[in-house]
DNA sequence: CCAGGGTTAGCATGTTCATGCGGCGCGAGC
DNA sequence: GCTCGCGCCGCATGAACATGCTAACCCTGG
């Protein structure tokens, strides 16, 4: 029943049958040890397993909160856990939503059980384990984004965080008065960025700025 | 000499011993043949290979210009051609500027020669290969994103027209004629986006757009 | 020492914006 | 029908902005 020095995995899946079998794949291979199996995310968050899990298998599609939501708030709950999702879905939005709240991976459902136990090994230690088709998706992903511009040289510390506070609602004097300068100051950044951003506007500075990953 | 039905590879590094090295590799492994090997960038732009190669690796660090500079320029100038990344350079905005002009995939030149040859082939296929270290980054990456906020279904199409004209630089008057609207109705138009986006200035909802993806 | 460049600052002018108020037409539903 | 919401339009006013001109202050290099 103890876990031992083995590996602790949690599992968070809604289909009996599916738990189940994970469950047997997990515990009957050496090496690791299935902690608990939950049917749903909220189950998993007011039930704390006796053991800390290394490693989170979570589903997206569940019950009530879905998984891809819920990451982060696994992660917050299960301090010091990887979170992997694995899970027979193949959206893109659920990909980037999973990964952006702190998904140490993702991997899919139809994963042969050996692959599926490196994969684990792998986010244990501090990997990104991710399926060939999921990585192709976010590989793709990054090439419909522009090319981050390299026109941060020109800007200065100073000019960027003026910026960030323009992008932030702040006007003139606001901004003034949180860098602890004048208002003409703040007058003559505004006209150095535009120079170098070759814009005529705050939200257009604002929004190069932000395409060109200055903010 | 010839490829036959092997799979085409391409190579351009900038160091002989490891240019060698690769080649050797390649054309000794059954399946594979090296139809070309360059020392740089501008060379293999300059001398097309007498087959097109189906994948071509790629330094990042060569004489002239960098490899992950140039994979667009590749890309177009091989068409069919899978780009895959192999560098020992793992710099997070050289990994993000080589996805975003469109490499395959991304990989360390230590990785072991079977799974090398394993990496390219899957390259060839439509995969994205990546080293561990460098899904790991990617991942990493994807964490320090907001998650998209999904507020865009109170967003109307031409709101976010609006929006998109002001983030380009566009003043009301502008904006009226792009859209064939008076300046008035911009106006109202600009109203309901500050309530729905609960700001009240043009670079406050265009950071807001932007961040949120609704642009 | 002085020249030139970057930083901070001031001021003035015309333009654009933010926002409150009101009005017209049109389709949906009582 | 009639009202209600909503897309479209108009006006007005005080605030914020864009931009041109000027100048003190510090560096750094000649």
């Known amino acids: 029943m103890s876990a031992g020095d083995r590996l602790r995995v949690a599992l968070v899946e ?39 899990p290394d490693v989170v298998l979570l589903d997206i599609k569940l019950p009530g909160m879905w998984g891809s939501e819920g990451v982060d708030l696994v992660a917050k709950r299960f301090v010091g856990s990887k979170v992997l999702m694995l899970t027979a879905f193949e959206d893109e939005s659920r990909i980037v939503e999973s990964l952006c709240k702190g998904a140490a991976g993702y991997i899919l459902k139809d994963t042969p059980p050996a692959r599926l136990l490196e994969y684990i090994r792998e986010a244990a230690s501090g990997g990104a384990p991710m399926s060939p088709e999921v990585a192709r998706k976010v590989v793709a992903l990054f090439s419909t984004l522009a090319v981050p511009q390299r026109l941060d040289c020109e800007v200065k510390p100073q000019e960027a965080r003026l ?11 606001g901004a003034a008065e949180e860098m602890g300068v004048s208002v003409n100051t703040v007058r003559s950044y505004v006209r150095s960025i535009y120079e170098k951003l070759q814009v005529h506007s705050k939200s257009e500075a604002v929004s190069k700025a932000l395409r060109a990953g200055l903010i």
């Open 163 to 173: 910026l960030a506070l323009l992008a932030d609602g702040y006007g003139y004097q």
């Open 14 to 52: 809604d289909d009996r049958r599916t738990r189940e079998a994970f469950r047997v794949l997990i515990d009957g291979s050496p090496g690791f040890a299935c902690v608990a199996a939950y049917g749903s995310l909220e189950e998993a968050l007011h039930v704390p397993p006796h053991e800390p």
